[in-house]
C-alpha cells in the first residue's frame, strides 16, 4: 500500500514559478513509476509529466515541456514537480499518481495507475 500526498500549490501570476511535491509513504517507493496528472473545470484529467524508477526516464507532455521538471529522491520517497513560466492555462488540480512496475529506467506515462494523491490546487493569475 502506498500513501500519496501532494502539497505546494497555490496562487501565482502568470510568468511565476511553484514547486510541487508528492510524498510517499512505504518503503518500496522506489519499485514504483510516478506521474504527475492535472485536471482544470470541466476538462478530463491528463497526463503531465512522469518519472521512471530510477529518475532517468521521463516524459512531459508538448504543454509543458521547457517549463515543467519533474525528479524524484527515493531516499526521502518524493517526487517533486518544478513548475516555470507559468501560464493561465496550467490552472488546474494536480494530482500525483503511482504505479507499480519492473521497469526501472524508461517510464510509460499512460495508461492505469494504481494509487493517487488527493490533490492540490494551482491557480495562475493573468
Known amino acids: 500500500q502506498v500513501q500519496l500526498v501532494e502539497s505546494g500549490g497555490g496562487l501565482v501570476q502568470g510568468g511565476g514559478s511553484l514547486r510541487l511535491s508528492c510524498a510517499a509513504s512505504?518503503?518500496?517507493?522506489?519499485?514504483?513509476?510516478v506521474g504527475w496528472f492535472r485536471q482544470a473545470p470541466g476538462k478530463e484529467r491528463d497526463v503531465v509529466a512522469a518519472?521512471?524508477?530510477?529518475?532517468?526516464?521521463?516524459y512531459y507532455a508538448d504543454s509543458v515541456k521547457g517549463r515543467f521538471t519533474i525528479s524524484r529522491d527515493n531516499a526521502k520517497n518524493m517526487v517533486y514537480l518544478q513548475m516555470n513560466s507559468l501560464k493561465p492555462e496550467d490552472t488546474a488540480v494536480y494530482y500525483c499518481?503511482?504505479?507499480?512496475?519492473?521497469?526501472?529506467?524508461?517510464?510509460?506515462?499512460?495508461?492505469?495507475?494504481?494509487?493517487w494523491g488527493q490533490g492540490t490546487q494551482v491557480t495562475v493569475s493573468s
Open positions: 518519472i521512471s524508477r530510477s529518475g532517468a526516464g521521463t
Open positions: 512505504g518503503r518500496t517507493f522506489s519499485s514504483y513509476a
Open positions: 499518481a503511482a504505479r507499480h512496475t519492473i521497469v526501472v529506467v524508461t517510464v510509460s506515462p499512460f495508461g492505469e495507475y494504481d494509487y
